[in-house]
Structures are given as structure tokens and as C-alpha cells.
């Protein structure tokens, strides 16, 4: 069941900014933090973004997080060959009592 | 660093149980959460539920509930998921994690058991 909602699909040059957003609502990324996540093909997913805006040890400086209201977004500025994954936010919801994924986002880099 | 090793690949009948295995290493497994995600083949991710080890404290997912249980040993740092009355629906590959009390985040995962429900 996925209650973040991304757009299926996202490309760029080499080089380009992509944006990837995600929408939610009040009673998750409305009243807390929204993680994101990168799936290589036929690998599992690792953990991208955390807290807002944080970016674990060896993920490069050039994927960033924002949040704000019940929206969050993700941004990969410098686009490289290897950035070409699924993209997934998630949540905890407060009131569904689950951990929820956003439906995903493929980016393609041309 | 921590780092999780599921067990392998598995093929069940409609109806049947699956028990799938998740072993910890570094770190202290008993002060952390271990949660279990889903994916269906071409599909996105679907969280199943979770344990604190310390506690023996389990949350799950509406969906699944009395269908599945989370055990933990914590003698042998190994998580368990048991998923039983088996259909198609349940073909997909299984992941633990670690993380997901309080909103924290899933990391590191484990690689994945593929689970293949048919007849």
C-alpha cells in the first residue's frame, strides 16, 4: 500500500539537475521525517537521505533532501551514469500505524 | 558496521509457511530494530512489520497481521519472519533491515530472499 505518492519517472543529461518529489500527507511526512532511498537494478535498496537532510557516510554531496508541509523532495544535482536506480521516499504514518513507501521513481540518465 | 545475511532463495506451495532468516552482525543486535520489507516482482516497497530484540516489542503492518509473526534470537543475533497461508500474491523478494522504530531510517539492508509461491 503506498501513500507517498512520486512520479513514476524522471531522466537527464550528464550533468543535469533531476527532482524527484514526493507527497504525503499530515499524519506522515506532515509530522515527521522523510527518508529516501536508492535501488540499483537487481540490488537492495540503500539508504540515500535521513533526517531531513543528512547523508550517510559515503553517499555523495551531490544527492540532497527537502521537506516541507507534507511534501518532500529529492535533488541530484550532477547527474551521472551511475545515479540510473528507483528512488523511494518513506515515512512513518502516524495514523495508519505503518512504516509507508513512496511508489518509486525511476530515473533514466540519457 | 552492521551487517545482514539472509538465508537463501525459497519455493512453496500455495497454503504452506515460509520462515526466513536474517543474522546480524557488529553492533549490538539486541539495541536495535530489525524490520522486514517486501517487494513484489516489478513493484515497489511494502514494509511487513518489525521487532526491538531488547524488548521483544513487535509492530505489524495491518495487512499481514495473524499471517505473519517476528521472532529474534538474540544468543545467535539472527531475526526471523514467518509468513504463513502462502498464495501467489506472496512471490517476492523479502528484506530485514535495520531500523524503523521511531521513524528511524532502514540501513543497512540485508541482500534479499527471493520467496516463489506456486503450484
Known amino acids: 500500500q503506498s501513500v507517498l505518492t512520486q512520479p513514476p519517472s524522471a531522466s537527464g543529461t550528464p550533468g543535469q539537475r533531476v527532482s524527484i518529489s514526493c507527497s504525503g500527507s499530515?499524519?506522515?511526512?506532515?509530522?515527521?521525517?522523510v527518508n529516501w532511498y536508492q535501488q540499483l537494478p537487481e540490488t537492495a535498496p540503500k539508504l540515500l537521505i535521513y533526517?531531513?537532510?543528512q547523508r550517510p557516510s559515503g553517499v555523495p554531496d551531490r544527492f540532497s533532501g527537502s521537506q516541507s508541509g507534507t511534501s518532500a523532495s529529492l535533488a541530484i544535482t550532477g547527474l551521472q551514469s551511475e545515479d540510473e536506480a528507483d528512488y523511494y521516499c518513506a515515512a512513518w504514518d502516524d495514523s495508519l500505524n505503518i512504516y509507508v513507501f513512496g511508489t518509486g521513481t525511476k530515473v533514466t540518465v540519457l | 558496521q552492521v551487517q545482514l545475511v539472509q538465508s537463501g532463495a525459497e519455493e512453496k506451495k500455495p497454503g504452506s509457511s515460509l520462515k526466513v532468516s536474517c543474522k546480524a552482525s557488529g553492533g549490538a543486535f539486541s539495541s536495535y530494530t530489525i524490520s522486514w520489507v517486501r517487494q513484489a516482482p516489478g513493484q515497489g516497497l511494502e514494509w511487513m512489520g518489525r521487532i526491538l530484540p531488547m524488548l521483544g516489542m513487535t509492530d505489524y503492518a495491518h495487512k499481514f497481521q495473524g499471517r505473519v509473526t517476528i521472532t529474534a534470537d538474540k544468543s545467535s543475533s539472527t531475526a526471523y519472519m514467518e509468513l504463513r497461508g502462502l498464495t501467489s500474491d506472496d512471490t517476492a523478494v523479502y528484506y530485514c533491515?535495520?531500523?524503523?522504530?521511531?521513524?528511524?531510517?532502514?540501513?543497512?539492508w540485508g541482500q534479499g530472499t527471493l520467496v516463489t509461491v506456486s503450484s
Open positions: 499530515s499524519s506522515n511526512i506532515g509530522s515527521g521525517t
Open positions: 533491515a535495520k531500523g524503523g522504530w521511531l521513524g528511524t531510517p532502514f540501513d543497512p
Open positions: 533526517s531531513y537532510n
